[in-house]
């Protein structure tokens, strides 16, 4: 899944096991209001996807 992931374009990284899901999402929500409050206009997205 990663290999195809790079093929169309994004950079994948392997986040280890779905269970890390909510610990990621919480990494997510305190960049993004850190960039908020710095004023910068950082964009940064992931998906966690399950095979």
Known sequence: MKRLIE???????DA???NNATLLEAF??????IA???N???QFHF???SI
């Open 40 to 42: 910068e206009n950082n």
């Open 28 to 33: 997510y929500h305190l960049g993004k209001e």
């Open 7 to 13: 093929l169309i374009g994004f950079k994948a990284i």
């Open 47 to 49: 998906k966690l996807i």
């Open 36 to 38: 908020v409050n710095k």
């Open 16 to 18: 280890g096991k779905f």
